[in-house]
Nanobody, 124 residues
Framework: QVQLVESGGGLVQAGGSLRLSCAAS????????MGWFRQAPGKEREFVLA????????YYAESVRGRFTISRDNAKNTVYLQMNTLKPEDTAVYSC?????????????????WGLGTQVTVSS
């Protein structure tokens, strides 16, 4: 059974940091691209970052470039999202996702496995 379980969300003040984790099981993690998406209330889901299977290439949404980083540990079947200099507009439910494909990293349709998400709230 495939599972993606996010953790690390919470309430933080603007300018603060959070580190999200996503623990994967039930599929071959090391062969999958991993992505983070977010969805704010009343808005569509949007791409945040993705990392390729080997962890040596990352893809960023412009809104988070320079503030967020993504990494993965294939030995632990876990992907991480380090969020720094958080802004109120970063408030959303953050979900991780897995894709067996290469390319179209910013498209949610590329990803077949999804976690339920973790809430991140940034206060001003």
């Amino acid at each position: 059974q495939v599972q993606l379980v996010e953790s690390g969300g919470g309430l933080v003040q603007a300018g603060g940091s959070l580190r999200l984790s996503c623990a994967a099981s039930g599929f071959t993690f090391r062969t999958h691209t991993m992505g983070w998406f977010r969805q704010a209330p009343g808005k569509e889901r949007e791409f945040v970052l993705a990392i390729n299977w080997s962890g040596d290439r990352a893809y960023y949404a412009e809104s988070v470039r320079g503030r967020f980083t993504i990494s993965r540990d294939n030995a632990k079947n876990t992907v991480y999202l380090q969020m720094n200099t958080l802004k109120p507009e970063d408030t959303a439910v953050y979900s991780c996702a897995a894709s067996p494909y290469r390319g179209n990293y910013n498209s949610s349709g590329t990803y077949g496995y999804w976690g339920l998400g973790t809430q991140v709230t940034v206060s001003s």
